[in-house]
């Protein structure tokens, strides 16, 4: 099933380390009448009033969008490596809020 509508995060990615920070969240319409996020979206009524909607229900997983890009590691991976702990053994490249 294609996923259309979908939300960009756009952040800050360590390439060091492999971690992204989320700094904002937005939404991209896809302007599909058949997907169910889509503003162009409508429903069909039944009798009950009730929306019949046979279209795309599922939303596409976030996108990484990297607005900036430090050549350092993340402040936790820094602070692992201080430690002496091997690096990204916390979070290992996930996204984080």
Do not use: W
């Not at 009033?49 to 900036?68: D, E, L, Q």
């Amino acid at each position: 099933m294609a996923h259309s509508t979908m939300q960009v995060v756009d952040g800050r990615y360590h390439p060091e380390c492999g971690c992204f920070y989320g700094i904002a969240t937005t939404t991209q319409d896809c302007y599909k009448p058949d997907c169910h996020f889509s503003s162009r979206h409508s429903c069909k009524i039944n009798s009950k009033a009730m929306p019949i909607c046979s279209g795309i229900r599922m939303m596409g997983s976030p996108a990484r969008n990297p607005i900036r890009i430090s050549p350092t590691p993340c402040p936790n991976c820094s602070r692992e490596i201080r430690e002496g702990l091997p690096p990204s053994t916390l979070f290992g490249g996930r996204a984080r809020r």
